[in-house]
């Protein structure tokens, strides 16, 4: 089994993005509803995951070359 390779922060926002336009729909099922807000919560958990690493690796990089 292979791993599938990390989406970039731009894709998981541009698909957040998505996801809170369709939940805007008045056609969505209070099913799919629910679907759709855990797989946003997901998004956002690893988004703000990345911006955590990204800082404390630019934070790094900072003390290194200071």
Do not use: C, F
């Amino acid at each position: 089994m292979t791993e599938e390779s990390p989406k970039s922060y731009q894709s998981m926002l541009e698909e957040v993005e998505t996801i809170v336009t369709e939940m805007s729909s008045p056609d969505l099922d209070l099913d799919n509803m629910v679907t759709k807000v855990e797989k946003g919560y997901q998004l956002i958990e690893a988004m703000k995951e990345r911006l955590s690493h990204t800082k404390m690796r630019i934070e790094e990089l900072h003390n290194k070359y200071e």
